[in-house]
């Protein structure tokens, strides 16, 4: 199984970026996925989660109101479309999947992992 994320860069507080995470080598639609985030010197933490078939989602509270996350199971991808960006979103996000057929806001229940896209929210 592999995840590849990509979207991040540079943005100005208020800004918005959208993140995509696109899985490969196993059956995508039928298993949960998630992003994290893990800001410089801290631990890694939940951001959101969506069902396989993005009926339920799950959101930190840090970033409710302001992100969205979705997916296309016919292109093998799920997103996070983040608004209203502050600096303290600055952090490599990572998306990662389950095995289970539930979400989960919990790091260790993901068994895959993508490699992080780095987000920089600066004015």
């Known amino acids: 199984v592999q995840l590849q994320a990509s979207g991040g860069g540079s943005v100005q507080p208020g800004g918005s970026l959208r993140l995509s995470c696109t899985a490969s080598?196993?059956?995508?639609?039928?298993?949960?996925m998630g992003w994290f985030r893990q800001a410089p010197g801290k631990e890694r933490e939940f951001v959101a989660t969506?069902?396989?078939?993005?009926?339920?989602?799950d959101y930190a509270d840090s970033v409710k109101g302001r992100s969205t996350i979705s997916r296309d199971n016919a292109r093998n991808t799920v997103y996070l479309q983040m608004n209203s960006l502050k600096p303290e979103d600055t952090a490599v996000y990572y998306c990662?999947?389950?095995?289970?057929?539930?979400?989960?806001?919990?790091?260790?229940?993901?068994?895959?992992w993508g490699q992080g896209t780095q987000v920089t929210v600066s004015s």
């Open positions: 990662a999947s389950r095995t289970s057929y539930h979400t989960s806001a919990k790091e260790y229940e993901y068994d895959y």
């Open positions: 080598g196993r059956t995508f639609s039928n298993y949960p």
């Open positions: 969506i069902s396989w078939g993005g009926r339920s989602t």
